[in-house]
């Protein structure tokens, strides 16, 4: 199944060219075929995960918003997430 899905993962990948990427779990982040250098990558347990926790997970993702708004010039006038 992991194997199957790279492919068309990283077909997507190119395609959209996203700025950030959430990755939601260690078996995913285990299977994950390589990334663009220049992709901001955050990884964290996954919600259903028994020892998930919203404060790591919320602030792990608002670092990832954070590097992005500040790499693009345009968003970096605008105020912090919450």
Not at 17 to 38: F, K
């Amino acid at each position: 199944m992991w194997e199957a899905g790279k492919l068309p993962f990283t077909e997507v990948l190119l395609e959209l060219q996203p700025q950030a990427l959430l990755v939601l779990g260690a078996e995913l982040r285990s299977h994950l075929p390589a990334l663009p250098a220049d992709l901001q990558v955050c990884y964290s347990v996954h919600p259903s995960y028994p020892g998930f926790s919203y404060e790591p997970a919320s602030t792990q993702l608002k670092s990832l918003l954070v590097k992005v708004r500040d790499a693009m010039p345009n968003l970096s006038a605008r105020r912090e997430p919450r």
